[in-house]
């Protein structure tokens, strides 16, 4: 069975720091990309950050870039997501997804369930 279980969400003061975990399992982990995306209420669901667990590249929006850092630790299959300097408008539920095209070209993409980010101002 393939999960995906993200942690580390909470309420926190403009300024401070969480680190969300995404700890994955029931498929080949190295072979996918994982990456974070948020919902807040009434906004379309945005693209955060993304991590090719094979290579460690890295991908962040503008909105994130310089306060959030997201790494892997595939010993774990656990993927991280350390936000720091954290604003109001980062307020959302936060998910975690995973995406890979198998070598027989199937999509394969899954998500978690959602942690839920909250910052006060």
């Known amino acids: 069975e393939v999960q995906l279980v993200e942690s580390g969400g909470g309420l926190v003061q403009a300024g401070g720091s969480l680190r969300l975990s995404c700890a994955a399992s029931?498929?080949?982990?190295?072979?996918?990309?994982i990456a974070w995306f948020r919902q807040a209420p009434g906004k379309e669901r945005e693209g955060v950050s993304c991590i090719t667990t094979r290579r460690g590249n890295t991908f962040y929006t503008d909105s994130v870039k310089g306060r959030f850092t997201i790494s892997s630790d595939n010993a774990k299959n656990t993927v991280y997501l350390q936000m720091n300097s954290l604003k109001p408008e980062d307020t959302a539920v936060y998910y975690c997804?995973?995406?890979?095209?198998?070598?027989?070209?199937?999509?394969?993409?899954?998500w978690g369930q959602g942690t839920q980010v909250t910052v006060s101002s």
């Open positions: 029931g498929f080949a982990f190295d072979d996918y990309a």
């Open positions: 997804h995973a995406e890979a095209i198998t070598t027989a070209r199937v999509w394969n993409n899954y």
